[in-house]
């Protein structure tokens, strides 16, 4: 479980979830009883709820959070296969955000 009080900078919110995607998401070398390595990939689900601390119910918060994560794959509210996606500039160049 991971609180983030963002109550002047919610920006970094979004930022942080979508980084923590990235790097969850990414596969793991590991060594088998032979020597060979492997990629793992990992299954995970993450769950966020933003919510307002003043009114908030602790349990509540991580039940939703936890029922998010165990339910299908979404983004931005979406169930994954719901996505509409379009071909992108494959030459563009991006830049690290500004912190």
């Known amino acids: ?3 983030i009080s963002a109550f002047q900078r919610r920006q970094y919110v979004s930022l942080t979830v979508s ?3 990235s790097l969850a998401m990414q596969a793991l070398p590991v060594v ?7 990629d793992f990939w990992p299954r995970l689900g993450l769950g966020v709820v933003t919510l ?7 349990m509540d918060a991580i039940n939703d959070a ?3 994560a165990l339910g ?4 931005d ?3 994954e296969d719901e996505i ?3 071909p992108g500039n494959l030459g563009a160049t991006t830049r690290p955000a500004v912190l």
């Open 1 to 3: 479980v991971v609180v």
């Open 19 to 21: 980084r923590l995607r």
């Open 32 to 38: 088998g009883p032979d020597g060979s390595v492997r």
């Open 52 to 58: 307002n601390a003043a009114h908030a119910d602790p």
């Open 66 to 68: 936890e029922r998010l």
């Open 72 to 75: 299908p794959p979404t983004r």
């Open 77 to 79: 509210g979406l169930p």
């Open 84 to 86: 509409t996606t379009i």
